[in-house]
């Protein structure tokens, strides 16, 4: 633990610079700074004469903040609550390295940064020769950041200046987008085209919930008319890809002439889930009357990732579509939005023509991306609230036979949420769903409905719990819960075609091993340890030679049925980091390859020897699990608390069942501190000022 109390000869000792940088060294051996954090705090003393050593503090902290996916560092949050801010706990620190090298104590950070007021780190920084200060007279004529700057200081907020610059872009961009264009029809002829694609509503709405009366995708569709930028938020089964279908047909009808209209996500795995979802969305579309099919008939399910669509330059950070060589489209529309980090959301912007359409869809309660920014969850922030002016309310109102809820409107409307529709029911999670009632409440932060659903007092039958019992070895548990999950996808391996089978049977069976793949998985929090990433793909490995057909799992890293994941993109071989391939001995050959389901739903056989770097997946963290489902998801916690565990993880975890949900739970006073955790990353994205 970190001594209480900052006496004030270790203050003044901190006024010269090397006994600061030694001070960051030891946070850094104590793991409260990293190696960068710390590599960059010398970087500017070495560069910077004039550089304060508070200045040298706040930028490490800084530092430590954009590694954990912030965009910046607000000073006053950081004076209030500097533990809940940097998200450490002095009790994690080892007390036989609280000595420093000189032999004095190590001082909390907080109780260090308490002893100035906002006004002194203020002037501290502005007096830096390497912080640009933001002020009322220079915002609009900064153009770029300064070189030699790499500090920008705005609104006593701290930020590097590359993500300073992106959020302004961002907003201006987005800005820009928001203005209202005019309809491309009257609102009675939108009416009847929107009733034509959702159903037309009875007047005589039934009595109940007044949210579970409104088809909130036909709104959803409807304001995306509205201006050239908008959102569709909702959860698992609310529908997204449903209303997307509908609203390009509505798109399509609506325009004179073709519109070019592209499909992304963030990831391959997204982009490739996106076009199967999609596909299967628009036989839907085949029951519409002969006048809609010409505008069914042109679109197209194609979808690819967001870095395939911008083109990536190798050894260039910049893309090859940007402001001066836009993308040919009319409308991009983009999947798994929570997944977009600010500067892939910057360069995005920049890409897209001057009259183009940008519409994002995602579940703004999931993790947001893995490096800095939060930019779906920005601007859906409130969006439960709805924060509607009274003109969208009137606007929205006229494609809804039911009453819009008064509470959603207010009289101070921010233009963002003006963009925002959220699907507010679920038809994956209905009321009989236990995995959607764990995830209402988990999301909601409700411990006590947490326990009641997890004891099974409520009698789901789509939810089990395996915790930690004195009497009960939680990995021996898991390791016969693997055994069972994993036994149909093993009994698929078996299925082998034999050598003289067609290609199409040949096919047939490896479709059907990739598709029994995604019937059972494993998701953790974390990477290291027994229930992390390593420990239970080491755990699956060693229970599962107990089945007959898997007795080779030891004899050959490649043994056949072990499902890899690609951990950095490969643009040679077209593969992106977060594909998934299982090693399959080919029939015709008996050469191993690794098996691929492309963007275009066509297998791939590549030769182990070719792919990079790569991991067993029989597990997965969570993070790596977005824009994915599994029938039966089993959701492993740690056996005891890390910072990484958090609300919004449980959340995007649970959601990933389809129809089963295992939590494992070690210690179930992790769970609690998880739920009680929420991640609210720090960025100012200037839209509603």
């Known amino acids: 633990m970190l001594i209480s109390a900052v006496l004030p000869e270790v203050l003044q000792r901190l006024q010269d610079r090397q006994a600061m940088l030694a001070l960051l060294a030891a946070y850094q051996r104590q793991q409260l700074l990293s190696q960068l954090d710390l590599a960059f705090a010398r970087f500017l003393a070495q560069n910077a004469p004039t550089v304060q050593p508070l200045s040298l503090l706040l930028a490490a902290l800084l530092s430590r903040q954009v590694g954990r996916g912030h965009v910046c560092l607000p000073l006053a949050d950081l004076l209030a609550d500097a533990p809940q801010l940097l998200n450490y706990q002095s009790a994690q620190l080892s007390p036989e390295a609280l000595s420093q090298q000189d032999g004095s104590l190590l001082p909390d950070p907080a109780l260090l940064l308490a002893s100035y007021s906002l006004d002194e780190l203020e002037a501290c920084l502005t007096q830096c020769d390497t912080v640009l200060t933001v002020t009322p007279a220079n915002a609009e004529s900064i153009a770029s950041v300064a070189p030699g700057r790499p500090l920008v200081l705005d609104q006593q907020i701290l930020y590097f200046a590359r993500y300073w610059s992106a959020e302004q872009q961002i907003a201006a961009d987005l800005r820009a987008l928001m203005q ?6 009257e609102p009675a002829q939108l009416k009847r085209y929107l009733d034509q694609l959702f159903g037309a509503e009875s007047l005589a709405v039934s009595a109940g919930d007044a949210f579970a009366q409104i088809n909130w995708q036909k709104l959803a569709c409807a304001n995306s008319l509205r201006s050239r930028f908008s959102v569709i938020t909702g959860g698992p089964g609310t529908g997204k890809t449903y209303t997307l279908v509908r609203l390009l047909a509505l798109l399509q009808r609506l325009s004179a002439t073709p519109l070019t209209i592209k499909l992304a996500a963030p990831t391959g795995k997204a982009a490739a889930r996106m ?39 190798a050894g260039s950070r910049q893309f090859k579509h940007q402001r001066s060589k836009p993308l040919a489209l009319d409308v991009l529309i983009v999947d798994e939005a929570s997944m977009i980090d600010i500067e892939l959301m910057q360069a995005l912007l920049a890409a897209l023509p001057a009259d183009g359409r940008l519409i994002l869809l995602g579940d703004k309660d999931q993790l947001a991306s893995v490096e800095a920014g939060a930019i779906l969850g920005q601007l859906c922030q409130d969006a439960e609230q709805g924060g509607y002016s009274a003109e969208t309310m009137a606007y929205l109102q006229q494609f809804s036979a039911a009453p819009i809820p008064a509470q959603l409107a207010t009289s101070t409307p921010r233009q963002r949420l003006q963009q925002v529709v959220m699907l507010r029911v679920s038809r994956r999670f209905d009321q009989h769903s236990g995995i959607g009632a764990l995830a209402r409440a988990v999301n909601q932060g409700e411990q006590a409905q947490v326990d009641y659903l997890l004891s099974g007092q409520a009698g789901y039958q789509d939810l089990q719990l395996l915790a930690g019992e004195p009497e009960q070895d939680p990995l021996q548990q898991l390791a016969a819960l693997c055994r069972r999950g994993f036994a149909a996808y ?57 089945l007959p057909a898997s007795r080779s799992l030891q004899q050959d890293s490649w043994y056949e049925g072990r499902p890899v994941m690609v951990s950095s993109n490969d643009y040679n071989l077209n593969l992106r980091n977060g594909d998934i391939g299982i090693v399959l001995i080919s029939p ?68 990933r069942a389809a129809k089963q949900l295992t939590l494992v739970v070690p210690d179930y006073q992790v769970l609690k501190q998880a739920v009680q955790r929420r991640t609210v990353r720090a960025g100012r994205l200037p839209l509603d000022e």
């Open 275 to 313: 076009k199967e979802a999609i596909t299967q969305a628009m036989q839907s579309l085949q029951a519409l009357a002969e006048d809609w099919q010409s505008a069914v008939s042109v679109i197209r399910a194609d979808s690819a990732t967001l870095h395939k669509l911008l083109g990536v330059q």
């Open 588 to 655: 015709q050959d008996q050469q191993k390859r690794v098996v691929f389901i492309d963007a275009d739903n066509q297998l791939r056989w590549i030769l182990p020897s070719r792919l990079g770097a790569v991991e067993t997946v029989f597990a997965m963290t969570v993070h790596k699990s977005q824009g994915s489902e599994f029938s039966h998801t089993v959701l492993v916690l740690p056996e005891r608390d890390n910072p990484v565990l958090c609300r919004e993880l449980l959340y995007t975890g649970i959601t």
């Open 180 to 185: 209202a264009v005019s309809l491309p029809a």
């Open 490 to 546: 093993w009994q698929q391996l078996a299925a082998k075609p034999d050598a003289g089978a067609e290609a199409g049977a040949i096919e047939q069976w490896a479709r059907a091993v990739l598709n029994s793949y995604q019937q059972f998985q494993l998701l953790t929090a974390v990477r290291e340890g027994p229930f992390g990433v390593a420990g239970l793909n080491q755990l699956v490995q060693q229970a599962l030679p107990q």
